[in-house]
Antibody, heavy 122, light 107 residues
Framework: QVQLVESGGGVVQPGRSLRLSCAASGFTFNTYAMHWVRQAPGKGLEWVAVVWYDGSNKYYADSVEGRFTISRDDPKNTLYLQMNSLNAGDTAMYYC???????????????WGQGTLVTVSS | EIVMTQSPVILSVSPGERATLSCRASQSINTYVAWYQQKPGQAPRLLIYGASTRATGIPPRISGSRSGTEFTLTITSLQSEDFAVYYCHQYNNWPYTFGQGTKLEIK
């Protein structure tokens, strides 16, 4: 069965960096686009970034463009999110999500990880 | 950016009754809408995609529909496990956007 396990969250000071990981299993990782979605405490869902199944394209939300970098390591079946210049507005649960069909990026999310919490605070 | 507006923000319904949740898109998004359910402390769970197709394992009492840019999630015969927060999501345009959520609570 599909499993997505995020890690790397924690408490970080404003302006510092953090790298999140998402270990995937139970599906052919290198045929699926992967996304990061975040949720601030008590708030709704916010899409963050996507990487194409082949890594050829990456898109970002305006709120993180230029500060966050999404990447993937297909041999390791792992998705990453490098987060730089963090601020209080980045405090959230970060979920990785798999799209519902292979070889496409524009699709719904059929599986989500349990999330990793990032808290930006001095 | 496409804005997804959900209504109502809070919906109070008795067990066994029907709940109707709405989501309006600010522009045409064809049928590229999904609905997710989220319970406290859990990740979202896919219910509906393509505006009306049930995800694997979702019972027939949960259904989705579309009329232009208006999307509806209907849950009949409400059961205790249905009380949660529901989000609509458009995946027609970048950036992907979500509605602000509807909390379905027990009346």
């Amino acid at each position: 069965q599909v499993q997505l396990v995020e890690s790397g969250g924690g408490v970080v000071q404003p302006g510092r960096s953090l790298r999140l990981s998402c270990a995937a299993s139970g599906f052919t990782f290198n045929t699926y686009a992967m996304h990061w979605v975040r949720q601030a405490p008590g708030k709704g869902l916010e899409w963050v970034a996507v990487v194409w199944y082949d890594g050829s394209n990456k898109y970002y939300a305006d709120s993180v463009e230029g500060r966050f970098t999404i990447s993937r390591d297909d041999p390791k079946n792992t998705l990453y999110l490098q987060m730089n210049s963090l601020n209080a507005g980045d405090t959230a649960m970060y979920y990785c999500a798999k799209v519902g069909a292979p070889y496409t990026s524009s699709w719904y999310f059929d599986h989500w990880g349990q999330g990793t919490l990032v808290t930006v605070s001095s | 950016e496409i804005v997804m507006t959900q209504s109502p923000v809070i919906l109070s319904v008795s067990p066994g009754e029907r709940a109707t949740l709405s989501c309006r898109a600010s522009q045409s998004i064809n049928t590229y809408v999904a609905w997710y359910q989220q319970k406290p402390g859990q990740a979202p769970r896919l219910l509906i995609y393509g505006a009306s197709t049930r995800a694997t394992g979702i019972p027939p009492r949960i259904s989705g529909s579309r009329s232009g840019t208006e999307f509806t999630l209907t849950i009949t015969s409400l059961q205790s496990e249905d009380f949660a927060v529901y989000y609509c999501h458009q995946y027609n345009n970048w950036p992907y956007t979500f509605g602000q959520g509807t909390k379905l609570e027990i009346k």
